[in-house]
T-cell receptor
Framework: NAGVTQTPKFQVLKTGQSMTLQCAQD?????MYWYRQDPGMGLRLIYY???????DKGEVPNGYNVSRLNKREFSLRLESAAPSQTSVYFC????????????FGNGTRLTVT | AQTVTQSQPEMSVQEAETVTLSCTYD???????LFWYKQPPSRQMILVIR??????QNATENRFSVNFQKAAKSFSLKISDSQLGDAAMYFC???????????FGKGTRLHILP
């Protein structure tokens, strides 16, 4: 089973460039999430989608946009990358609310110079 | 705002000993769920244990158990008989059932000393 697939694995951008991080899950999960992980800061929620067709801001949404294209796919877009967005980005999905655990992708390491 | 606090950035424990990682959270709601995740050097996130807030009984999974104190908003993780493979970052997380948002703490890096 593929689970949660994120692309790309690595990316280097120059300040001001744009890019989209792709995420797809094949587990028919309802909820999907985007987190960023920075040293000493843990995982911070950027955006989430509790169901197809809905998206909500998390803790650190500024500078990002998301699209829940369908039940499987949840993309994260950086319109104008900044060095402060250098981070490791994780996509995750969850079957339903409650005690259903998160299933994580392998992460994307993004560097903005 | 929901917050999750892990007050120990790093901890060390001797192999085969027991260690407890602390986690506190802040909420005024009553319907929520708590999780501990492990992140080894491979960067993969792995579920360790979970607890429903409405259950008084503490969850256990083999060598891992929690001490859930709802009134104190505390959710600590106890690892018994520590093994070298337990070395990792451990994250506490909190999920409100109302909006499905899942918030993580900053993590505790656990070192296992042989």
């Amino acid at each position: 089973n593929a689970g949660v697939t994120q692309t790309p694995k690595f990316q280097v951008l120059k300040t001001g460039q744009s890019m989209t991080l792709q995420c797809a899950q094949d587990m028919n999960h309802n909820s999907m999430y985007w987190y960023r992980q920075d040293p000493g800061m843990g995982l911070r929620l950027i955006y989430y989608s509790a169901s197809e067709g809905t998206t909500d801001k998390g803790e650190v949404p500024n500078g990002y946009n998301v699209s829940r294209l369908n039940k499987r796919e949840f993309s994260l877009r950086l319109e104008s990358a900044a060095p402060s967005q250098t981070s490791v980005y994780f996509c995750a999905s969850s079957e339903f609310r409650g005690n259903s655990p998160l299933h994580f992708g392998n992460g994307t390491r993004l560097t903005v110079t | 705002a929901q917050t999750v606090t892990q007050s120990q950035p790093e901890m060390s424990v001797q192999e085969a000993e027991t260690v407890t990682l602390s986690c506190t959270y802040d909420t005024s709601e009553s319907d929520y769920y708590l999780f501990w995740y492990k992140q080894p050097p491979s960067r993969q996130m792995i579920l360790v244990i979970r607890q429903e807030a409405y259950k008084q009984q503490n969850a256990t999974e083999n060598r891992f158990s929690v001490n859930f104190q709802k009134a104190a908003k505390s959710f600590s993780l106890k690892i018994s008989d520590s093994q070298l493979g337990d070395a990792a970052m451990y994250f506490c997380a909190y999920r409100l059932n109302r909006d499905d948002k899942i918030i993580f703490g900053k993590g505790t890096r656990l070192h296992i000393l042989p």
